[in-house]
């Protein structure tokens, strides 16, 4: 019998993480299978229960239960204790849960090991401070970077983002309107905005010269934030589809000690065909 692993949300019917881990299942040669499962929104732990009764060996979390699942957890790593949301679930010998969260890690690697970023010395903005901002901190903190704003429509929730991961790096927060005269070697967007089709109302000219920007957002055609990239002459302007693969990547490797090669699993999610 293979082991089973699932991704849980709702909704749920276009994860590609079924996709992404049948994949990286056939390049590494580990049996196991990757269902979806469509939770119920006032159920979490009974979806989890009964996963679990049928022998599951670990879950993929999305949205709404990722703050659910780190309530679940029976221990958490550091990363998923500071972003108060939990990604994966990792079922321990003992049948306890560990929790984790490996989306920020996956927004590192994408940057700096698929498409070179230099985060050492960058001086990065990353816009937002929601769930997605706040799943990402500490591993952006970690990066090497020099300096990290965080800005928000609501300054306030900036602040507390920014005094959250001061222990782990240098970040500061802003409203948008406080970002006159600063130059950004990579602006980061883990706002909402996008979902309506905006971009978030920052300067026009905050991006340094040779800069790039990054869309934690995936779309099939470009969104909202990589076309400002590409108006603002970003050297580069990314979507988030090689740091939904590079989370994916840890979540497995997490489960099975094996680290799959991702760059085949973007060639192919870009490229369908
Ligand atoms: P998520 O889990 O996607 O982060 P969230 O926790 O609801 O969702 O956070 C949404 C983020 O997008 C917030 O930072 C929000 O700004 P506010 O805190 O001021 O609400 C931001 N956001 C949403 N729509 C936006 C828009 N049109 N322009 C700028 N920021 C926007």
Not at 37 to 62: K, M, Q, W, Y
Not at 86 to 104: A, K, S, W, Y
Not at 239 to 250: F, P, S, T, V, W
């Amino acid at each position: 019998m293979p082991d089973h692993y699932a991704v849980i949300g709702n909704p749920i019917a276009h994860s590609k993480s079924p996709l992404i881990h049948a994949a990286f299942a056939r390049a590494t040669g580990q049996d196991l299978d990757y269902g979806r499962i469509l939770g119920d929104p006032d159920d979490f732990p009974g979806e989890v229960r009964r996963f679990l009764a049928s022998g599951g060996r670990g879950l993929n979390v999305t949205v709404p239960f990722k703050e659910a699942a780190w309530a679940l957890a029976d221990e958490r790593s550091q990363r998923a204790e500071i972003a108060g949301a939990v990604n994966t679930l990792i079922r321990l010998d003992d049948d306890r849960l560990r929790g984790d969260n490996t989306d920020g890690v996956g927004l590192v690697r994408d940057l700096a090991d698929n498409h070179g970023f230099r985060f050492p010395g960058a001086q990065v903005l990353l816009l937002g401070a929601g769930g997605a901002a706040r799943g990402v901190l500490v591993p952006l903190l970690e990066s090497g970077l020099a300096r990290l704003i965080i800005a928000n429509r609501t300054p306030g929730k900036a602040q507390q983002l920014a005094d959250l991961g001061a222990p782990f790096g240098p970040a500061q927060a802003r409203g948008f309107d406080q970002l006159e005269g600063e130059r950004f070697d990579l602006i980061i967007n883990a706002t909402s905005a996008g979902l309506s089709d905006a971009v978030p109302a920052i300067p026009e000219d905050c991006l340094a010269s040779g800069g790039w920007t990054y869309d934690m957002l995936y779309a099939d055609t470009p969104t909202a934030f990589r076309r400002w990239g590409q108006r603002h002459g970003a050297a580069r302007s990314l979507d988030g589809l090689g740091m939904l693969i590079e989370q994916a990547a840890e979540s497995f490797w997490l489960w099975r000690g094996v680290r799959p090669d991702t760059a085949a699993v973007i060639a192919m999610l870009r490229h369908p065909e």
